[in-house]
């Protein structure tokens, strides 16, 4: 990836919504994708990665995403939100001479 | 196994100083990665060490410099800070391949660094 964009700045959802989360990527040849979550003061930590294989990446804490090569996007979703999913997230790209591309990131915010 | 240290967890100096970060990777890991964050800019790639070598860098002026020694520890250094680097800043450990393949990304805890 060149460029990786999230364009969902700030989402707030009530417990148990459904949550989608945007981002789309700029093709670079081999794609590398990566969702990671930073909770609040804290590092942040790998949610998902895909490399290859099936485009139904599942991750941690019951977050998936799906590549879909004709979007160019790799959406992260969890179908049950918790009030402890409230952090950034952040998607992320392999791009030129393995140099990893952040987006700008999406607070999500979950109302008890 | 232990993950990616970062010392020191915080730091506060004044502007015109200069400032040494260090970083320990995961065992075996070769590669680091130093980004920046920032709440107006998210975060920025700086540079990447593997085996040794400065791979790649980002666009940062050139008082941001870095190395890497033989056991893959990493430090980065700011000299002539100025207010707007005031910022956390992490490092990541990868198991790349020599030709850049990334396999796995692990990042430290960082280290915020305040200059007054």
């Known amino acids: 990836a060149q460029s990786v964009s999230q364009h969902n700045h700030h989402v707030i959802l009530s417990e148990a919504a459904s949550l989608e989360l945007g981002c789309n990527y700029s093709y670079g040849g081999t794609v590398n994708l990566f969702w990671y979550v930073q909770y609040p003061g804290q590092h942040l930590q790998l949610l998902l990665k895909?490399?290859?294989?099936?485009?139904l990446v599942k991750g941690i804490k019951g977050f998936e995403a799906e590549f879909i090569k004709s979007k160019f996007s790799f959406n992260l979703r969890k179908p049950s939100v918790q009030w402890s999913d409230t952090a950034e997230y952040f998607c992320a790209g392999v791009g030129s001479a393995s140099k990893i591309i952040f987006g700008s990131g999406t607070r999500l915010s979950i109302r008890p | 196994k232990a993950g990616v240290t970062q010392t020191p967890r915080y730091l506060i100096k004044t502007r015109g100083q200069q400032v040494t970060l260090s970083c320990s990777p995961i065992?075996?890991?070769?590669?680091v990665s130093w980004y920046q964050q920032t709440p107006g800019q998210g975060l920025q790639f700086l540079f990447e060490?593997?085996?040794?070598?400065?791979?790649n860098k980002g666009n940062f002026p050139g008082r941001f410099s870095g190395r890497q020694f033989s056991n893959s520890r990493s430090e980065m250094n700011v000299s002539t800070l100025e207010l707007g680097d005031s910022a956390l800043y992490l490092c990541?450990?990868?198991?790349?391949?020599?030709?850049?393949?990334?396999?796995?990304?692990?990042f430290g805890s960082g280290t915020r660094l305040t200059v007054v």
């Open positions: 990541a450990s990868s198991l790349s391949g020599e030709r850049g393949q990334m396999y796995g990304y692990t």
């Open positions: 060490y593997f085996s040794e070598t400065q791979r």
């Open positions: 065992s075996g890991h070769r590669s």
């Open positions: 895909y490399f290859s294989g099936d485009p």
